[in-house]
């Protein structure tokens, strides 16, 4: 059981290349997203997903699209990629039940010069 | 939407002292309230939650206050160590159509002295 796993770790990009952040979680969860981190910001949502199939905008999508592939995997890519999208990326699932914790993967320290 | 501020942005104490991280919210709709603690250079992980109908609760030295009048909620951490130095966020959570949406605060960088 490996919880939430991403990649890459680490990336650098230059202005305008495009890439894909991987995202896998193998515990049955339905919800599912993807946060930016960045100093004195906190985690800001970019885009989730409820449920297999559905995506939807978070407070920061501009610049970003996602994919929902299955119910284990949510993708998330960058077009054409600017510094103002330096950052730390997390992806995140919720548990099913109640108990509504949220488990991150270890995070995309993405660069773009 | 939803707006969670959080204070103090740093905080350093002397091991053994007591810590104490406040938020607001702005949405009286929220009714799930967690914390969460990230290690330098680790992903967050969940150390305490509160949901709207408890008004505090405990697990061990760490604590956590909810006042729904005011919108407001807080982490108390006692007895201080060195390991509890990290950065701590806090969130409130909405469940809009049955989806969970978490708004998390700026975070709070926690220094403990030894």
């Known amino acids: 059981n490996a919880g939430v796993t991403q990649t890459p770790k680490f990336q650098v990009l230059k202005t305008g290349q495009s890439m894909t952040l991987q995202c896998a979680q193998d515990?049955?969860?339905?919800?599912m997203y993807w946060y930016r981190q960045d100093p004195g910001m906190g985690l800001r949502l970019i885009y989730y997903?409820?449920?297999?199939?559905?995506?939807d905008k978070g407070e920061v999508p501009n610049g970003y699209n996602v994919s929902r592939l299955n119910k284990r995997e949510f993708s998330l890519r960058l077009e054409s990629a600017a510094p103002s999208q330096t950052s730390v990326y997390f992806c995140?699932?919720?548990?099913?039940?109640?108990?509504?914790?949220?488990?991150f993967g270890s995070g995309t320290q993405l660069s773009v010069l | 939407g939803e707006n969670v501020e959080q204070h103090p942005s740093t905080l350093s104490v002397q091991e053994g002292d007591s810590a104490v991280i406040k938020c607001t919210y702005s949405?009286?709709?929220?009714?799930?309230f967690p914390w969460y603690k990230q290690e330098l250079g680790k992903r967050p992980q969940l150390i305490i939650d509160?949901?709207?109908?408890?008004g505090e609760k405990k697990d061990q030295r760490i604590a956590v206050t909810l006042n729904k009048t005011a919108k407001h909620f807080s982490l108390h951490i006692t007895e201080t160590q060195p390991e509890d130095s990290a950065v701590y966020f806090c969130?409130?959570?909405?469940?809009?159509?049955?989806?969970?949406?978490?708004?998390f605060g700026i975070g709070t960088k926690l220094q403990v002295i030894p």
């Open positions: 509160i949901r709207s109908n408890v």
């Open positions: 995140a699932s919720r548990t099913p039940t109640t108990n509504e914790k949220l488990f």
């Open positions: 515990m049955n969860h339905n919800s």
């Open positions: 949405d009286s709709a929220s009714n799930y």
């Open positions: 997903s409820a449920s297999e199939g559905t995506t």
């Open positions: 969130a409130a959570s909405i469940r809009p159509g049955g989806y969970q949406k978490v708004t």
